[in-house]
């Protein structure tokens, strides 16, 4: 496969940012098919990795396991809520998490040692149809990146499991980093880590918090709906996907 991976290296101190350029206001949204200015041509694609190139969802796992979906759905909004999760994805050992929140929650105390134990059950697979896209980008001889929150050890198992994680140029990754999306320090570590422009960088995810914290950096965010819209954006760009 085309390109040579990077290490992703030391943690560099999200202390000092970079000059973020000309930020976007984050409260109007951008047209994604809006050119980039001829001047500064795209040269570096940026990927998040859950919800656009690896499928992830929590329910692949308690679907099995509520008799309920109901009582799944209030699980996963009440117990396993996102700003827990969000320690994980900030580094915090997972099992010693599960083991503090089952403290809290232990009626539900079997079900949150599963995200513990089972927790790689939670990404199905890859969506084929983005790796595809990713690999004519790389093919056409862009740099790419891989800006993801994702718990530490899930990186290394994840890095292993999917070849496409070998084709990215680099790799940010909260839990390694200490720093998680949105917060615009950890934009401030990729763009000074690997030398991006930030006007010269887009950056594909799902989330539209973290969409809106990069364009206010300047960076040319787009939010991921389906693969076939991202190639129509990327095209709009004027980058080389089919």
Known sequence: ???????????VDPGQPVDPG????????VDPGQ??????????????????????DPRYVYGALFADPAEMEFFLARVCTTDW??????????????????AAHPRYEEMIMVWAERSEEMAAGQF??????????????????ALSNMEPDAFIIR???????????????????GVAKPDRRIFDILLRRYGLTPGATVFV????GNVEAARALGIV??????????????RALGLPVR
């Open 1 to 11: 496969m085309p390109g040579q991976p990077v290490d992703p290296g030391q943690p």
């Open 22 to 29: 000309q930020p976007v206001d984050p409260g109007q949204p």
């Open 35 to 56: 050119p980039v200015d001829p001047g500064q041509p795209v040269d570096a694609v940026v990927f998040d990795l859950g919800g656009v190139l690896i499928d992830w």
């Open 85 to 102: 999760h969000r320690a994980n994805d900030l580094g915090a050992d997972i099992t010693q998490s599960c083991r503090r929140l089952a």
């Open 128 to 145: 084929d149809a983005v790796v595809t896209v990713l690999a004519e980008l790389k093919e056409a001889g862009l740099r790419c990146y």
């Open 159 to 177: 890095r292993a499991r999917f070849p496409f994680m070998e084709w990215f140029d680099g790799h940010v990754i909260s839990g390694i980093e």
């Open 205 to 208: 995810d799902d989330s539209p």
């Open 221 to 234: 965010a787009l939010q991921y709906t389906s693969a076939q819209r991202l190639r129509q954006d990327l």
